[in-house]
């Protein structure tokens, strides 16, 4: 909040610190302005901060976000956007052959456990885009 003395103005930050822990509002969201585009980017509007973190993210946790993006453009599962199921075959392919690179491109670096995962993973969807495929025609 801004007070006059004199001829300046002492401008006082209320916010409270977030070393504390405690979260703190962009000045914007206090003087009743939305946030601008950079704020919303870097996730500093009220509501993402009361959100609870997202948990590490891992290899495994990566090969599954893939492997889910792959299975929405396969149709099998729906699309969260407008939670329908819908195929787009390309983008599917595209994401199954990252999944096939990151094989090639981690081979002899990864975890067994890793490994295990990766190699069932793109099988799965490998068969399933076939099945997809013959299913189009």
Known sequence: MDEKKGNEFIVRDRRISEASGDSTEPLTEQSGQEPSNVERARGTSAEQK???????LDFSAFILTLATTAQ????????????????N???????????GLL???????????EQVL???????LRMQYVSAMEGKK
């Open 50 to 56: 009361r959100t609870e973190p997202l948990p590490e």
């Open 118 to 124: 990766l190699d069932s993973v793109l099988s799965n």
């Open 89 to 99: 075959l390309p983008t599917a392919k595209k994401l199954i052959d990252i999944l």
């Open 72 to 87: 929405v453009g396969l149709g099998f599962m729906p699309n969260p956007q407008n939670n329908q199921s819908e195929q």
């Open 103 to 113: 094989k090639d491109k981690t081979k002899g670096n990864l975890s067994q456990d």
